[in-house]
């Protein structure tokens, strides 16, 4: 195998994007702070700051953690993960109230969802790598892994984020269908998928409200705005800072859900377009530390992580151009958000942690479909 720099480069990959985004972040969350918050337009910048601050000393640190640590105790962390997703829960029992985010204080440390994503990648990489010759045995998935998976899928249900449900749901029926997951399986998954998302409608009223907007039965002006945003920048934007749809209300998650259509407005399609780039040079880096992999846990576990960022991309713009329902997922590195943006950066040390052990192993045995 020849040495090769895959963590030096995935790093510079994500502080490029890192740079662009916080100031694209900054551009589209000025006014926000000011006109809502009546805060300064540094507001929702010094705290991002932060969060990248603690997400750089996280990754300094994990990229020298061994990752097959977390093979030997998958089952701890994704358990961790449930008591932690189920805190918010349990507090608000007997109320009205249903919470995703764990606080402290009155200040919210994280979005339990967000652990619980990681947990269940972590313990899906490692039930591949232990079953993976008997990955379409059906007592092994019966027993060994759709009841964790289940378990994982419903905490985060029931929050409700049912976005994040969906894209997790779609992470680990991809890491098992690249396992060789064989056709019956994939038809009793999609089946069980369906009946999931039926019932998930039905409980949550609000789901179905989202669908109407897409299909166009009722009216977003969210989601219309945003498209108006698209349109008013163009090819190549108004300019930076010159946007006028983030002002007033009319794309009022500019920071978060709807940073596109301010970058789009700004910065045109040239923008957006250099946004996809930098994210497809960061999942090809990903592939190449998954493809170069010395294990098959560390394949699989570095292949759902780099799934997982690149996913949030492609279905935030999707729904920012009404392709999709909107879901509330942000764009990793660049939407506004403490929680996201600290697991994104722990993705990103593990998989400088799994490059960096490629590179130690000079003579892997690769696993593809074989010992």
Known sequence: MKNNHHHIVL??????????????????????????????????????????????????????????ILNKFSKHVLFFSWIVMLIPIITNLGTDTVDRWLKYGGLTILTTSDLGKLGIIIFTSSFIDKFYNNVNDSKILLYEYLP???????????????????????????????????????????????????????????????IKFWIGLEESHQSSNSILA??????????????????NGFIPEGQTD???AIIGEELGFIGI???????????LQGLKISKQSTNRFYMFLSMGLTINLFFYLLINSAYVV??????????????????????????????????????INLNPKFYYGRN
């Open 11 to 68: 790093l510079l990959t994500v502080l490029a994007i890192i740079l662009f985004g916080t100031f694209l972040m900054y551009s589209a969350s000025s006014s926000f702070a000011y006109y809502k918050f009546n805060k300064s337009d540094t507001f929702f910048l010094s705290k991002q700051l932060f969060w990248l601050l603690i997400g750089f000393g996280l990754i300094v640190f994990i990229q020298k953690f061994n990752p097959q």
């Open 148 to 210: 964790y998976a289940f378990i994982s899928l419903s905490i985060i249900a029931y929050q409700p984020d049912l976005s994040t449900t969906l894209v997790l749901a779609s992470i680990l029926f991809s890491l098992l269908f690249i396992a060789g997951l064989n056709k019956t399986n994939i038809f009793r998954f999609f089946g069980l998928g369906i009946l999931a998302l039926v019932a998930l409608i039905m409980r949550f009223p609000y789901q179905l409200k989202r």
């Open 230 to 247: 698209l349109a008013n920048g163009g090819f190549t934007g108004n300019g930076l800072g010159d946007s006028t749809f983030k002002y």
């Open 258 to 260: 709807f940073v596109l």
């Open 273 to 283: 377009f250099f946004i996809f780039i930098i994210f497809t040079f960061l999942f």
């Open 322 to 359: 009404q392709i999709l329902p909107t879901t509330g997922l942000p764009i990793p590195f660049i939407s506004y958000g403490g929680s996201q943006t600290i697991f994104s950066m722990i993705s990103i040390g593990l998989l400088m942690s799994i490059a960096r052990e490629n590179q």
